[in-house]
């Protein structure tokens, strides 16, 4: 698994995740403030989309992870 693809997995995971913690109808809702965070997931991936620099990506690289194309 590449490092690019890692990034889309755990951005997708994070967003559902803070979705479901502050969304009122859902049964594991605990505050709205949980939006804030999808929120900033979802201007991180924005950046990263015009810039063509993520941090998370740079971390994972400096883990040990292969660079994708």
Not at 3 to 18: E, K, N, P, Y
Not at 27 to 43: D, E, S
């Given at each position: 698994m590449?490092?690019?693809?890692?990034?889309?997995?755990?951005?997708?995971t994070?967003?559902?995740?803070?979705l479901?913690?502050?969304?009122?109808?859902?049964?594991?809702?605990?505050?709205?403030?949980?939006l804030?965070?999808?929120?900033?997931?979802?201007?991180?991936l924005?950046?990263s989309?015009?810039?063509?620099?993520?941090?998370m990506?740079?971390i994972?690289?400096?883990?040990?992870?292969?660079?994708?194309?």
């Amino acid at each position: 698994m590449t490092s690019w693809q890692l990034v889309r997995i755990i951005a997708g995971t994070f967003i559902l995740l803070s979705l479901a913690l502050g969304v009122q109808g859902s049964p594991l809702f605990i505050h709205t403030n949980w939006l804030w965070f999808t929120a900033f997931v979802g201007f991180n991936l924005l950046q990263s989309g015009l810039t063509r620099w993520c941090l998370m990506e740079t971390i994972l690289r400096k883990l040990g992870l292969r660079a994708g194309n």
